[in-house]
């Protein structure tokens, strides 16, 4: 069972003592920070809707990407990103043998380097999968990426001997992988928080991204290998919901305020 979430816009550069491994589509990362380092710090500001010094730290960041970094300017994916999903996620407190699972069964999705693994060396960068950054094979990244995502997804769960994603990305990211090309059933799980004031359960975006990221770290720590095993899913007092659930998308629900 393969398990897929998104990058984060903020990073953790800290030192990492551990061997990392090359991106899958590490030409196409190269291929498109060229494409984003010829790009005016005015359009590139406008890409992402960047403030000024946010626009000027990543420009510097493309002209800096290295088609063959040195192990130095590089961080294993998993432990770089640092968003909401990330704190979910807690990569860090895995250990060895955890972080091997997850490198086998746990994908990140991402705007610059396609599909990453979690120890896969990444450079400092920020490109969102929604970007409409134009190359030669289309408007956007959309267009960029194709059937690459879908068809490294498959290549890996025919690995695994499974036929099962569970889906803990986001529909930005999501969206790149296309639906045509991938083979796989696709469950997405929902997390709700009930604030009993009787309009029913609802999405708040950042506990919902911490929960997809707490998912994806309760998959790992409990090698679970068919989707009947999320439903076990309890952290941070979230409880499933059959009544409010279909097969391909369990509702988890808890508390609001969170505990």
Not at 118 to 135: C, F, H, N, V
Not at 151 to 180: H, M, R, W
Not at 188 to 210: I, N, Y
Request: hydrophobic share 40%; with cysteine.
């Amino acid at each position: 069972m393969l398990v897929t979430i998104s990058p984060a816009k903020r990073l953790d550069w800290s030192p990492r003592d551990m061997v990392a491994t090359q991106p899958e589509f590490q030409e196409d990362a190269v291929r498109l920070a060229k494409t984003a380092r010829n790009l005016t710090l005015g359009k590139l500001k406008g890409l992402m809707d960047l403030s000024d010094d946010l626009a000027r730290l990543n420009r510097d960041r493309f002209q800096a990407f290295a088609a063959a970094p040195q192990a130095e300017a590089t961080r294993p994916a998993a432990l770089a990103f640092a968003g909401d999903t990330y704190q979910g996620l807690e990569a860090a407190s895995l250990d060895a043998d955890e972080l091997a699972w997850a490198q086998d069964h746990l994908r990140i999705l991402s705007g610059l380097y396609g599909v990453l693994r979690p120890l896969d060396a990444i450079q400092a960068y920020r490109l969102e999968m929604g970007s409409r950054m134009k190359t030669r094979r289309g408007k956007n990244l959309y267009d960029y990426w194709r059937d690459g995502p879908a068809k490294a997804l498959n290549a890996q769960a025919e690995a695994l001997g499974s036929d099962t994603l569970i889906n803990c990305a986001s529909q930005e990211y999501f969206g790149a992988v296309s639906p045509k090309a991938l083979r796989l059933r696709i469950i997405t799980p929902q997390f709700l928080e009930d604030k009993g004031d009787g309009k029913g359960p609802k999405m708040v975006s950042f506990f919902a991204k911490k929960a997809r990221g707490a998912m994806a770290r309760f998959i790992i720590q409990n090698r679970l290998s068919t989707p009947d095993g999320i439903l076990d899913f309890d952290t941070g007092g979230y409880a499933f919901d059959e009544k409010a659930s279909t097969p391909d998308s369990p509702v988890f629900v808890r508390p609001y305020p969170s505990p």
